[in-house]
Each structure stands twice: as C-alpha cells, then as structure tokens.
C-alpha cells in the first residue's frame, strides 16, 4: 500500500460521515433476512399458543419475487430457510414469508407477512449508527389476511396431532391445549367461523 493513501484510509476510518458510512443495501441477502428475523424474533420464535412448544429457529418461507432469492440464503442455527413444500409438510403455523426484498436509494424495502400474529406489509431498511434498521412504511393488522394464508396454504389438507397447525387451528376449542386436531381437514374457506 503507499504511503498517500494511508492518510486517507485513517480519515474514513475515524470520520462518521455519510460518506464512509455503509448503506443497507451494501449487506447480502443473508445478512438482510438474518437481521429480519432477529427483529422479529419475539413473535417468530414463540409459538402459535402458550401450550405449544416454542420454535428454536425463525422459520423463513420465499414467495412471489422473493423466490429469486433462494440461492443466496443458507439455513442458520436461528433461521430455517423452507420452501413452501417444506412448510406445509411440517404443518408450521408460525413463520415469516418473504415476497419481495428490493432496493430503493441506500435503503432496502421487504414485503412481508407473519400470519400467527395477523401482522403483514412493507418495512424499509436503514443503515444507521453502525446497524441495520427497521421502519415499517405501510404495516398492518388483519386476522381475515392471517385465515386466508392459512387456508392458502392448508386449505382441505389433512390435519396432524402435534404440530404446530394443529395447536393453532382452534386455539379456543378444548383441543387446542394438548395438540389434537379438532377435526380431520383444514377449512378450504378462510371464514372465522371455521379457523
């Protein structure tokens, strides 16, 4: 290395300026949703009810143009990347899908949604202060959006004693304490009298 860049170096080492600061958009898919799910750990990693038992890894699903990103992530010992396949085999009822992670300036913008707790929308990401931050830009609520992605995905599928859909499928019927299906298929129809 010369000498002349020493001094330039030591400047962007020391100074706190934009310049030298780094963007959300410098960090590589695995970083990105890595930070994604520690964020949302609390909700990702409990379960559908307080009498299941609790996840030990975030459990990340890639859908519509998020599905490119498949490639670039690798299942972590605090995140397990599944693909939809893989979800509705396991009947997980607590989850993050991922539908589109795209930059906009220095900043990253993901669409997402986690059903078990009726949260989905559009959070942007920021490199501020040497970290990764979340906003949410457009987050919402809705129990009829987290019933139709549970009927998408399980809609007249057969039920399994245990897993974690099955705790969550009635949570207020007598079954729901010990794990037991209430009946045999999951509702094609996302009506609340059904889920």
Known sequence: ?????????LACLLASTAACAKNASDYSTQELVEALA????????????????DNTAAIIVLEGKALALAPRLQSTATMRVLSREQLVAEQRANFLIISQLGQQGADMLVDYETPNNASYGTLR???????????GEDTYRS??????????????LPCRNGSEMA??????????RSGECPVERFPKSDSAFEW
Not at 167 to 176: G, M, P, Q, T
Request: charged content about 25%.
């Open 38 to 53: 520690q964020r949302l750990s609390k909700v990702l990693l409990a379960g559908p009810t307080r009498d299941s038992p």
């Open 1 to 9: 290395m010369r000498m002349t860049a020493v001094p330039v170096l």
């Open 167 to 176: 705790y969550r499928f009635n949570y207020a019927d007598r079954y729901a």
């Open 125 to 135: 990401i920021q490199h501020k202060d040497g970290k990764l931050v979340f906003k």
């Open 143 to 156: 129990s009829s959006g987290a019933r139709a992605t549970y009927a998408r995905l399980y809609g007249g």
